[in-house]
């Protein structure tokens, strides 16, 4: 069983910082990539960031030049730091992987980790 567990979510100001860490229980490889979604009170989930297993990322215009994505490896984690936040970025931010090899077809996500930022 797949699990993704998020942390590093929390109360920060406007132009503050945060990193959210997803751990996930097996090996990242088991993946064809790992990212991160987003969703506002009121407003559907969107992708804020995605890494392939081959490394290529994708960041969501909204956040380009701010946030950044990144994996360890040997830790099975992946990570997305947030710089020069903005009240806009309040919402709840889930992990999300999309199975490969024998897990592929299989999407499986976090439990969210909230991110608030006040003006």
């Known amino acids: 069983q797949v699990q993704l567990v998020e942390s590093g979510g929390g109360l920060v100001q406007a132009g503050g910082s945060l990193r959210l860490s997803c751990a996930a229980s097996g090996n990242i490889f088991n993946f064809n990539g790992m990212g991160w979604y987003r969703q506002a009170s009121g407003e559907q989930r969107e992708l804020v960031a995605v890494i392939t297993r081959g490394g290529y990322r994708n960041i969501a215009d909204s956040v380009k030049g701010r946030f950044t994505i990144s994996r360890d490896i040997g830790k099975n984690t992946v990570y997305l730091q947030m710089n020069s936040l903005k009240p806009e970025d309040t919402a709840v931010y889930y992990c999300?992987?999309?199975?490969?090899?024998?897990?592929?077809?299989?999407?499986?996500w976090g439990k969210g980790t909230l991110v608030t930022v006040s003006s």
């Open positions: 999300n992987a999309e199975g490969a090899g024998a897990l592929y077809g299989m999407n499986y």
